[in-house]
Each structure stands twice: as C-alpha cells, then as structure tokens.
C-alpha cells in the first residue's frame, strides 16, 4: 500500500511570497490533515477534512492560509503572503476514520520543510 | 484545555542501555493514547495504541505503559540500537469518530550514542 504523498520536500521562498503545497493520502482515507511543525515542538492541527468537508479549521490564520481538498482526494495548502514564522515542517496525513472509528490511526507523509527568508 | 507533556525534552544514552520516556496528558474523554516515533526529516510513525482498559503494550524493544488514574504514560525502550535515535511523540485522542481530536506533546528527543 502507498504510503501518504507531499511535494516538494523543500522550499525557500522570501517573506510575502506565496506558495502551496500539494498532498496525496492514502488511497480510500476520507481524512485528511494538515499540520505545521516547529522545530523541537509537536505538530500543531491546522486543518482536519472528511471527504471535501471542513471538520476544523480553528487553528487555521484564514489571513493568509488556504486549504481545499476538492473531490475529495488530494488537497493543497496554501500561504500567502508567507511570514518569517511560517518557516516550519507542514506535514499531510490521513486515516481511513469513520463515524465508529475512534482509533484514530494516522499514517504521515515526509513532509515538507519550508524556509522563509 | 487538553495538554500533553512529555519529559525529559532530550536524552543521550548510549548503545544496549535502557531508558524511559514520560507522557503526563489532561485529555477529557480520554478515548486511547499513542506513541509515535518520527526519525528526522520523516513524519511521524506509530508504534503503539492504548485505551482505557489496557496498561502495558509492546511492540518489539517498546514497551508502552499507561496509568488511566493518574493519566500518565511512559514509553520503555530495551537494549537501545543507533536506529532508536529519533523524537518520541506522545498522542493523546478524546472522543471518537469524527467528532474525536487529538492532542500532541512536543516529543522527546532521544540520541543513542555508540
């Protein structure tokens, strides 16, 4: 079974740019999630979707982070314009959770590790 | 608010010893708790699951315990290898289905020396 997808691994981008990231889950896993991860600290929710549905999106900056998960497959994060803050691993999962699920299992991509100069 | 924090924030051993890792969480429903193991520049794989009902899980060298009354957890390495050097994150989930969420510590930073 493949595992979950993220390009690119790496980007530089100065402040105010703009960038996206792109996200493949497992294939039949309806959630899908975004998470940023500062060096030495844990991943940090940004946005959680069952199917092409927003679950939570509270800890989302809707200033500048955009998210979609058309279709219901793969789902792209976007920042703009990026911060010298936003300089961080974003890491994509998925798990296959359903309504009776509460196991909770969720399978990470690598990652990708953006720098903002 | 839900937290889970992890001790000690690093670690140095070296190669065949033991060691422990601390996971204490504030987590309410408590539905189960996981340990997750995240090699650098790789994201996070889980090792072990527990729920209420169960306090000791192993998994090879790892032996997770969780302690439901005083809501701690502690993961127990085994005759370390160089392989083990990595961050160990602590995963605490409430509720269930898709209403459940999950909190997660900041992780151990583990470095296994020869």
């Known amino acids: 079974e493949a595992g979950v997808a993220q390009s690119p691994r790496y980007k530089i981008i100065e402040k105010r740019q703009s960038v996206a990231f792109w996200c493949n889950p497992i294939?039949?896993?309806?959630?899908l999630y975004w998470y940023q991860q500062i060096l030495g600290q844990g991943p940090k929710l940004l946005i959680q979707f069952q199917n092409n549905g927003v679950v939570d999106d509270s800890q989302l900056p809707k200033d500048r982070f955009s998210a979609e998960r058309l279709k219901g497959v793969d789902s792209t994060l976007k920042i703009q314009p990026a911060k010298l803050e936003d300089s961080a691993v974003y890491l994509c999962?998925?798990?296959?959770?359903?309504?009776?699920?509460?196991?909770?299992?969720?399978?990470f991509g690598p990652g990708t590790r953006l720098t903002v100069l | 608010k839900n937290q889970v924090e992890q001790s000690p924030q690093s670690l140095i051993i070296l190669e065949g010893k033991n060691c422990t890792l601390q996971?204490?969480?504030?987590?309410?429903?408590?539905?189960?708790l996981r340990w997750y193991k995240q090699d650098t520049g790789r994201g996070p794989v889980s090792l072990t699951i527990m729920t209420f009902s169960e306090n000791t899980k192993s998994n090879g060298r790892y032996t997770a315990t969780l302690d439901a009354d005083t809501k701690q957890s502690s993961l127990h390495i085994t005759a370390s290898q160089l392989s083990d050097s990595a961050s160990y994150i602590c995963v605490v989930s409430s509720g269930g289905g898709s209403a459940g969420k999950s909190t997660f510590g900041d992780g151990t930073t583990l470095t296994v020396k020869p």
């Open positions: 999962a998925s798990s296959s959770r359903g309504l009776s699920d509460s196991y909770n299992e969720q399978f």
């Open positions: 996971c204490n969480y504030t987590v309410s429903p408590f539905s189960n």
């Open positions: 294939s039949g896993h309806a959630t």
